[in-house]
Nanobody, 122 residues
Framework: QVQLVESGGGLVQAGGSLRLSCAAS????????MGWFRQAPGKEREFVAA????????YYAESVKGRFTISRDNTKSTMYLQMNSLKPEDTAVYSC???????????????WGQGTQVTVSS
């Protein structure tokens, strides 16, 4: 069992930066693949980024590649999403998820957090 809690969301101007955190409880964090997702109002949830257990491999949606960086600290059971050069279209609720297999879509993830709101003003 893994419980996930996101933090770090807020209001930022276009071009600004935010760093999201996803704190996990449970003993299986280091064995889980972790991912970030987002859902804008009126839209489907979409994949943002994923990171393998060791942190050695990362995967990104094309829309965030080069601007967002996913990372994890297994000693702290925490995953991060550094978001730079934010755009108004990045506005969404951002959620983290855990899985025991690598996935780059929204399907099949085993555990989800509640989400944190990110709003980017123009």
């Amino acid at each position: 069992q893994v419980q996930l809690v996101e933090s770090g969301g807020g209001l930022v101007q276009a071009g600004g930066s935010l760093r999201l955190s996803c704190a996990a409880s449970g003993r299986t964090f280091s064995s889980a693949v972790m991912g970030w997702f987002r859902q804008a109002p009126g839209k489907e949830r979409e994949f943002v980024a994923a990171i393998r257990r060791s942190g050695g491999s990362t995967y990104y949606a094309e829309s965030v590649k080069g601007r967002f960086t996913i990372s994890r600290d297994n000693t702290k059971s925490t995953m991060y999403l550094q978001m730079n050069s934010l755009k108004p279209e990045d506005t969404a609720v951002y959620s983290c998820a855990a899985s025991y297999a690598l996935r780059t879509t929204t399907a099949g993830w085993d555990y989800w957090g509640q989400g944190t709101q990110v709003t980017v003003s123009s």
